[in-house]
């Protein structure tokens, strides 16, 4: 169902930046906004960045979006052990009558 | 601040239909699309599908055939119907608030209120 390619998984130690990929295609990535979602163990998803590089309030600045053709990325600087979770792009796809779309996920881990 | 929660049955057996609720608190459900998305047990996301206040809908079209997103303005309320379920259907069912619009390229679409999900599998 995936249509976005994210790593399975992105480690680092506590300070570190880390960066995850998110690859898709014309009908989505390469057309529209792309967004991210934390989802730490065992709780629902949470918005992080919305319309390829916006914070929601509260996010802290070590969360960085940015995109590039049919690909985006997520940052996180200063990795801290808090920021150990799952991490899922998504965009919407203008295919057939359009439908929102989401990542693979990528578990990030704070050695 | 908008809270989300969701109810139903948490057992559904095969074939039969699988029906949620999810009660908006704290605003009103008028304006904004109200959505459903799930994930099976140690898998990824999938979007079910979105419901404007006025009644538009939009479905994935991989479950549109057997999905239906209703709302009850009155009660503040949005609910998810999903016939003819099977196994694969076990999954943690979420309902989130979505945001809409284009500005300044594309048109943007994302959830930034969820509920705390509800679990439902189907079995006999």
């Known amino acids: 169902q995936s249509v976005l390619t994210q790593p399975p998984s992105a480690s680092g130690t506590p300070g570190q930046r880390v960066t995850i990929s998110c690859s898709g295609s014309?009908?989505?990535?390469?057309?529209?906004?792309v967004y991210w979602y934390q989802q730490l163990p065992g709780t629902a998803p949470k918005l992080l960045i919305y319309?390829?590089?916006q914070r929601p309030s509260g996010v802290p600045d070590r969360f960085s979006g940015s995109k590039s053709g049919t690909s985006a990325s997520l940052a996180i600087s200063g990795l801290r052990s808090e920021d150990e979770a799952d991490y899922y792009c998504?965009?919407?796809?203008?295919?057939?009558?359009?439908?929102?779309?989401f990542g693979t996920g990528t578990k990030v881990t704070v050695l | 601040q908008v809270q989300l929660q969701e109810s139903g049955p948490g057992l559904v057996k095969p074939s039969e239909t699988l029906s949620l609720t999810c009660t908006v608190s704290?605003?009103?459900?008028?304006?904004?699309?109200w959505s459903w998305i799930r994930q099976p047990p140690g898998k990824g996301l999938e979007w079910i599908g979105y419901?404007?206040?006025?009644?538009?809908?939009n479905y994935n079209p991989s479950l549109k055939s057997r999905v239906t997103i209703s709302v009850d303005t009155s009660k503040n309320q949005f609910s998810l119907k999903l016939s003819s379920v099977t196994a694969a259907d076990t999954a943690v069912y979420y309902c989130?608030?979505?945001?809409?619009?284009?500005?300044?390229?594309?048109?943007?679409?994302?959830?930034?209120?969820w509920g705390k999900g509800t679990t439902v599998t189907v079995s006999s």
């Open positions: 704290g605003g009103s459900i008028s304006s904004y699309y």
């Open positions: 989130a608030r979505g945001v809409t619009g284009t500005a300044p390229y594309y048109y943007y679409y994302y959830m930034d209120v």
């Open positions: 419901i404007y206040y006025s009644g538009s809908t």
């Open positions: 998504a965009a919407w796809d203008d295919s057939l009558s359009g439908l929102y779309v």
């Open positions: 319309r390829n590089n």
């Open positions: 014309s009908s989505n990535i390469g057309s529209n906004y």
